[in-house]
């Protein structure tokens, strides 16, 4: 046999809505999806997005770190760290320990340390150990918060010492500071101020030696961001001669200064001991040759922009293309702010203050309902932004080269640039238009997703181009009536059918995913959704406003673009059915529908079939099954019907003489658990069903009007439950395809001769690991 190759054309996936989920090296972006870790490199030059997938996790990802270059920090929602190795860009897992009880909520690394904090209150401390023939992790030490949770840790060196400073934002509005000089990190300070939850911690990474001030960012559920400094503790600056304004003040910094000298001495103080004042805390750590080193912790300034609460924190990596500080925040607003300071001189121009100042503010004017960004990360070097959404899709702006700006300093431009997403959900629904050149996807994130090939320069790659339906209700299903027109359904009792507005037609031919015959200039330009509605409402031209931009059909769209400007007008309902949807096919060609209910009775485990031009009932609805009819398939000659069911049962309905309903000809009760799907052959003599009871089974239309009694042509014995199967053919039709999906993630392909439908061989197994 030969050996079967498969390459992944495209991979579509969400962040999962955790601020540690993503980390950046260089241009190489590690993110958290679903429980696999996605890797997706920015500086890909065939923009072909999301290239691999990870698995590993049993549980949801919920932070992701890269250690170096070579190494790969992952952990989950059961408490499962992970360790994964670049060798020639094939990640590989290496090393994986359940480090805590509960979910872990924070990931930092420093240099060989790795810091979990977990919501079973305790923040552990590992050390890297690699070696030629394995990597692990080794707990060098437990932090217990006492029944606060962890939320963010950030770690680095402090100035002109080789101690290391930890910072800790919980649950308790408070920042914990913890110092280590030697073997174990020691409680030193508690930094209040903020009135609620402190969701994220940054540190401003030293750029020299020689630099002796630490800036610290902490951002809070509060919708600020506070700065604090670290430096080393000056005694004699402290107690300079105050000058004649400062002698007037009875409260001037200067009596404070003096207050904490006396409280400030090295021969009483502690390693780790606090001194708190109104001013500023005093941090001792023990130096070299058992000497002792203070440091001071003062609040420096408050950054105020947001309208929500604040949800991660990111310095831009210092370089000589940007010398200046620049912190990156998010927020679940919808904004994305680059904050950086500005010198201000007083009146008389003798003395200068520094504030910082929103210097750019990306994402969405006033925020939209979407829960805003949930992360935000600099990438190649400070040259991009990148935030991501509560919907699990990137937004990304690039700096352009610094101009002039006629004072002598220099003005940074920004544009936004195309990234990836994808459902944040499970995908319950699939559907390819007419002619295969773009797929549809349902997902339980209440959302319909169009996906095409775009052409990008001499090269073409998948992306998502169309978000034409976004609901109230969990989205199962959706099939194309024709390239234009597709019909949904969700957990509600409708249907609902949509048509695709001018700017998609525009979009589809300008990026060259598809050559559409067809008159755009008598649609709608697009649809929108009315305050507190469910159904999508056509815009004209007339009404349109600022809502349809000629400049969006030249390029694919950006995330926000996708949530707020292409969805599809919504042009009927079908009713019928008195409970929630569960089930939808389409006829082959198209001319028919047929959907199914959530039922625990005979009178609603009926599938009803509809004719697609009017949306009439086509005949009597197919009766038989007496629960849920999980699936439903048309033969390729729309001849026949069949269905399966949570009662374990197929049936099979065919056309009638007079052409206007299908009548039940055949049945089947052999498989012992329930049957969760069926499908029909290219072919059309066979179909296949599919079920929980690890079997897949072919029967064979020769049986029609025989015999009562159903034989299957062939029983496939799989190792785990089939929950989904589908039929194709190679291309000069001499073997056919069976493909199977199994509950755990695996495929499995099987194939034989057309002649032949009792010999099946297995061709393929995908695995989900």
């Known amino acids: 046999?030969?050996?079967?190759?498969?390459?992944?054309?495209?991979?579509?996936?969400?962040?999962?809505?955790?601020?540690?989920?993503?980390?950046?090296?260089?241009?190489?972006?590690?993110?958290?999806?679903?429980?696999?870790?996605?890797?997706?490199?920015?500086?890909?030059?065939?923009?072909?997005?999301?290239y691999t997938a990870l698995p590993g996790h049993t549980g949801r990802v919920t932070g992701v770190r890269f250690i170096n270059d070579a190494l790969l920090l992952s952990a989950d929602d059961t408490g499962v760290i992970k360790l994964w190795r670049n060798s020639d860009?094939?990640?590989?897992?290496?090393?994986?320990?359940?480090?805590?009880?509960?979910?872990?909520?924070?990931?930092?690394?420093?240099?060989?340390?790795?810091?979990?904090?977990?919501?079973?209150?305790?923040?552990?401390?590992?050390?890297?150990?690699?070696?030629?023939d394995k990597d692990e992790l080794l707990e060098v030490q437990t932090l217990n918060l006492k029944n606060r949770y962890p939320l963010s840790i950030d770690v680095t060196r402090l100035p002109c010492s080789q101690a290391l400073i930890l910072a800790i934002g919980s649950t308790d509005r408070s920042i914990q500071i913890w110092t280590r000089s030697e073997q174990d990190f020691v409680p030193s300070a508690s930094l209040?101020?903020?009135e609620d939850w402190v969701k994220t911690l940054a540190f401003r990474q030293l750029n020299s030696d020689n630099e002796n001030t630490l800036v610290l960012a902490s951002g809070s559920q509060d919708s600020t961001i506070r700065l604090w400094n670290i430096e080393p503790y000056d005694r004699l600056k402290t107690n300079a001669?105050?000058?004649?304004?400062?002698?007037?003040?009875?409260?001037?910094d200067e009596l404070l200064d003096a207050f904490e000298a006396s409280l400030g001495d090295l021969?009483?103080?502690?390693?780790?001991?606090?001194?708190?004042?109104?001013?500023?805390?005093?941090?001792?750590?023990?130096?070299?040759?058992?000497?002792?080193?203070?440091?001071?912790?003062?609040?420096?300034?408050?950054?105020?922009?947001?309208?929500?609460?604040?949800?991660?924190?990111?310095?831009?990596?210092?370089?000589?293309?940007?010398?200046?500080?620049t912190l990156l925040s998010t927020s679940t607003d919808s904004s994305l702010i680059l904050w950086s300071p500005s010198t201000i001189l007083d009146s008389s121009h003798d003395t200068s203050t520094t504030l910082w100042i929103n210097r750019h503010r990306f994402g969405d004017v006033g925020g939209q309902r979407l829960g805003g960004f949930v992360l935000g990360l600099w990438s190649r070097g400070g040259k991009e932004a990148l935030g991501c959404g509560w919907s699990g899709g990137w937004r990304r702006w690039d700096c352009l080269p610094n101009v002039q700006n006629g004072v002598g300093t220099r003005d940074e431009q920004w544009q936004e640039l195309g990234a990836i997403g994808g459902h944040v959900g499970p995908v319950k629904g699939l559907s390819w238009s007419p002619n295969g050149e773009y797929l549809i996807s349902a997902g339980v994130?209440?959302?319909?997703?169009?996906?095409?090939?775009?052409?990008?320069?001499?090269?073409?790659?998948?992306?998502?181009?169309?978000?034409?339906?976004?609901?109230?209700?969990?989205?199962?299903?959706?099939?194309?009536?024709?390239?234009?027109?597709?019909?949904?359904?969700?957990?509600?009792?409708?249907?609902?059918?949509?048509?695709?507005?001018?700017?998609?037609?525009?979009?589809?031919?300008?990026?060259?995913?598809?050559e559409l015959s067809t008159d755009a200039t008598e649609r709608p330009c697009a649809a929108t959704v009315p305050p507190l509605g469910l159904s999508n409402k056509a815009v004209s031209e007339a009404n349109a406003g600022t809502s349809y931009d000629v400049e969006r059909t030249t390029r694919r769209p950006f995330e926000g673009e996708l949530a707020a400007f292409t969805l599809w007008p919504e042009i009927d309902k079908v009713f019928g059915h008195g409970y929630e949807s569960i089930t939808l096919a389409v006829s082959t060609k198209r001319r028919?529908?047929?959907t199914a209910c959530k039922a625990t009775s005979p009178e609603h485990a009926v599938v009803r079939v509809y004719d697609t031009e009017k949306w009439q009932p086509f005949g009597a609805p197919l009766a038989g099954h007496t629960l849920t009819v999980t699936s439903a398939a048309f033969s390729p000659d729309d001849?026949?019907?069949?269905?399966?069911?949570?009662?374990?049962?197929?049936?099979?309905?065919?056309?009638?003489?007079?052409?206007?309903g299908f009548v039940s000809v055949a049945a089947d009760k052999s498989h012992a658990r329930i049957i969760w799907d069926c499908s029909w052959a290219i072919e059309g003599d066979i179909f296949a069903t599919a079920s929980r009871d690890k079997q897949v089974k072919i029967w064979h239309t020769r049986n029609i009007g025989v015999s009562n009694k159903w034989s299957p042509e062939a029983t496939l014995k799989l190792p785990e439950a089939a929950t989904a199967v589908t039929f194709t053919s190679s291309s000069d039709g001499s073997r056919r395809y069976l493909a199977i999906g199994l509950e755990t993630g695996e495929i499995l392909v099987y194939s034989n001769e057309p002649s032949t439908p009792q010999t099946w061989r297995e061709d393929l197994h995908m695995s989900s690991q």
Do not use: C
């Open 639 to 660: 001849k026949y019907v069949v269905t399966v069911s949570r009662d374990r049962s197929w049936r099979l309905f065919a056309l009638n003489e007079t052409g206007d």
């Open 241 to 252: 001669t105050p000058t004649a304004e400062q002698s007037t003040n009875p409260l001037s």
């Open 267 to 325: 021969a009483d103080a502690e390693e780790g001991g606090r001194q708190i004042s109104l001013k500023r805390h005093i941090i001792t750590i023990r130096g070299s040759q058992g000497s002792q080193q203070q440091f001071t912790i003062t609040f420096d300034a408050l950054l105020v922009g947001h309208e929500a609460g604040v949800t991660t924190l990111s310095w831009r990596p210092s370089s000589s293309d940007y010398p200046e500080p």
């Open 445 to 514: 994130d209440q959302t319909t997703r169009i996906h095409g090939q775009v052409q990008s320069g001499s090269s073409k790659s998948w992306h998502e181009i169309s978000r034409p339906q976004v609901h109230g209700y969990d989205l199962l299903d959706a099939a194309f009536l024709d390239p234009l027109k597709f019909v949904s359904i969700a957990d509600e009792k409708v249907a609902r059918v949509f048509e695709a507005p001018r700017e998609f037609i525009e979009t589809v031919q300008n990026l060259h995913v598809a």
């Open 592 to 594: 028919l529908a047929a």
């Open 89 to 132: 860009n094939q990640w590989t897992f290496v090393f994986s320990s359940t480090a805590h009880g509960k979910a872990i909520s924070a990931l930092a690394v420093y240099d060989d340390l790795i810091f979990t904090g977990a919501s079973d209150s305790l923040v552990k401390i590992w050390k890297t150990n690699s070696s030629s």
């Open 192 to 194: 209040s101020g903020h």
């Open 1 to 50: 046999m030969a050996e079967t190759v498969v390459t992944t054309a495209y991979i579509s996936a969400a962040t999962n809505r955790f601020p540690h989920a993503a980390a950046v090296q260089k241009s190489l972006i590690a993110f958290a999806s679903s429980t696999y870790v996605a890797l997706w490199n920015t500086e890909d030059s065939n923009d072909t997005g999301v």
